[in-house]
């Protein structure tokens, strides 16, 4: 079944090692922001909250990565790395919020700030989802969307005297987001948005015309208004997989949207491909012994499919 919303590629959040290093300690301040923020920290493919003591958090991290700061339905991306010490303050002005940034790696976040609003010329999206406005772009278009919002992107990040490890990683990233995007747009185009707000509606009521296969089925179809034909379906497909690295370890342990990306493309691999007298489980498992190489992923992927044998 196709798939409405990606809601699991939201989130970007990094991974906190444990360790007495006090060179590899970062310290994030919030003015502004006391009492009503949390950080959310991802190790790995799990996550877990951390609270603010006093508007200040500090820890020991191993390596670059992003933060996502939450507070209700306001979200805000940063970046730290070890060193950092940043200073993050927020400002409302006639009911507009903005945040400034001072301190050891200000300059990073600044740039990820700047960055976003030229992104959004290109692809409206909501954290890294694509708004309902992409889900009738017709592909043409929508392909000349994504190379701009690569191109831009690239070219905003060249030239800058950003630390080496933030411009590996966000290199890394901007090409993820591009490839997620054309997941997201191949799995939601079509979709009605005032048509899928009454399906979501009827889901979470529990309306009892969900209650067979046959009208979930129908349900669900109603709110898919149009369809790519077969040859811009093969054109999407290419820009969804081609050319994505598998093996990424560091982008790989901070983002959700990267890993899940992994998990969506041997998926998808062991489902279309792969000895066909073997089970998906199997097939899967081949998979990620023929495509991972970085032993950090593939140990992680065995760990969590080896049990579906």
Known sequence: ?????????????????????????????????????????????????LSLSNGKYSGIINGPGYYTLANHSEVLNIYAEPGTNLTITKNTKNGVVSYNFAGNGSAENKFLARLNKAQQRYLPVNGDILTDKVNMIVPADFIKRLDQYKAISMQMLSGHDFSPGFIDLEKAYIDCKAHSYALQYFEDYGVNAEKKKIYLAKLTSGDPSLNTPEGKQAALDSVYTKELTFNDRKLIARRIYQGFD?????????????????????????STGGNTKISYARRRIDFIVQLIANPYIKQTLLNKYMRDL
Not at 24 to 41: H, P, Q
Not at 246 to 270: D, G, H, M, Q, R
């Open 246 to 270: 598998l093996n990424n370890e560091v982008l790989f342990k901070c983002s959700p949207l990267y890993s899940n990306f992994v998990i969506e493309e041997v998926s998808y691999l062991a």
């Open 1 to 49: 079944m196709r798939s409405l919303l990606l809601t699991s590629l939201c989130l970007l959040v990094y991974n906190v090692a444990q360790s007495q290093n006090t060179s590899r300690s970062f310290v994030i301040k919030l003015k502004n922001l006391e009492g009503e923020t949390f950080i959310a920290e991802q190790q790995g493919l799990t996550q877990k909250h």
